[in-house]
């Protein structure tokens, strides 16, 4: 898996040119794209969650559009509309900005549901239907979706059938005092974003995408993983558990990290590591713990670290 270290380290490289001092979250924002997955990034204005979208669309040279979501825009302004053209007698399809490969869904939640609900069978099946044609989007393609934190006026709650479809929630959060002073630096005369160039190839990255999976994962690493999952559907302050798709998504993202990290084979601390931002999202609080005022990454953080961690002859203990 050498080569899929080296390619990610062109890439964090080339986005920690443009984005200072978050080693981590774009970690993870490559190990989404590594998964073809999608991301929510939830994090209070002006931090760079915008510039970090652009700043991966051009480190892989690959379209772009931006989305910005308002609480009147309709479902069609996202994935399009047939229009009647009158020389040839028929419908033409106009697409949407959804036809990119990387889409940057900004304030995702001050959109209404029934506009929320358009992004649904594009994201899990990369795919729109209108008037009852269906059309395919390129590949790749992420979405990136901005989220101000609920508390914010005027924004809509995600359904949990949109945020089981993120793979990942990434938090970006303020830069260190150094790291912010090096931000004024940099910006002092262009926007290094400018002079961003492509390091990836499309070839590199849809080869990459295929050698994850052959990454390998053991049988004690799968029952760790279930092991998780279960833990948040019985645990006593949830109301609604993390579904198979969390067990998917914390299964590859996996993977996706031990590659990165220039393994062929996954490690508890790679699941351990990923379990938050994969499954906290998935995870619904019941209404007493949220009187507590008890999160949902509170919740998996607790199950991470009191669940038994798998050893080379890890067996499911026998039930009493």
């Given amino acids: 898996m050498a080569n899929i270290k080296t390619f990610g380290e062109r ?3 080339n986005l920690e040119k443009v984005i200072v001092g978050k080693r981590q979250p774009i970690e993870r924002i490559v190990v989404g794209l590594l998964c073809q997955g999608h991301i929510l990034i939830e994090d209070v204005p002006g931090v760079g969650k915008t510039v970090l979208a652009r700043s991966l669309a051009k480190s892989l040279g690959c379209s772009f559009n931006r989305l910005q979501f308002t609480p009147d825009m309709l479902p069609s ?24 490969q ?7 939640n001050r959109a209404t549901p029934k506009t929320q609900a358009a992004l649904l069978e594009a994201m ?23 989220q101000n934190p609920i508390e914010y006026e005027g924004t809509f709650p995600l359904p949990e059938a949109q945020l089981d479809r993120f793979l990942l929630r990434v938090r970006i959060g303020y830069p260190a005092p150094a790291d912010e002073i090096e931000i004024l630096d940099r910006q002092q005369l262009h926007h290094p974003i400018e002079t961003l160039k492509p390091v990836i190839k499309l070839a590199e990255l849809l080869e990459a995408m295929d050698t994850i999976k052959r990454v390998f994962v053991s049988p004690s690493i799968k029952k760790y993983v279930v092991n998780l999952i279960n833990h948040t559907r019985q645990h006593q302050d949830v109301y609604l558990g993390a579904s198979p798709r969390g067990s ?14 220039g393994r062929d084979f996954v490690l508890p601390d790679d ?5 938050v931002p994969v499954l906290a999202h998935r995870v619904i609080v019941g209404p007493a713990a949220r009187l507590r005022e008890l999160s949902a ?23 009493k």
């Avoid at 670290?305 to 039930?319: C, S, W």
């Fill in 11 to 13: 890439l964090i490289r």
């Fill in 77 to 100: 302004d996202v994935t399009g509309v047939s229009i009647y053209n009158q020389a040839k007698q028929a419908f033409e399809f106009r697409p949407g900005p959804l036809f990119a």
């Fill in 102 to 108: 990387v889409v940057l869904v900004d304030e995702i």
């Fill in 124 to 146: 899990e099946e990369r795919q729109v239907t209108v008037d009852g044609a269906t059309h395919p989007l390129p590949r790749p393609f992420m979405v990136l979706a901005t």
């Fill in 248 to 261: 998917l998504g914390l299964y590859r993202t996996g993977q996706a990290l031990a590659a990165l990290d």
């Fill in 271 to 275: 699941i351990k590591e990923l379990a």
């Fill in 297 to 319: 990454e509170r919740i998996v953080s607790e199950i991470v670290e009191t669940l038994a961690v798998p050893g080379g002859d890890y067996e499911e203990p026998a039930e």
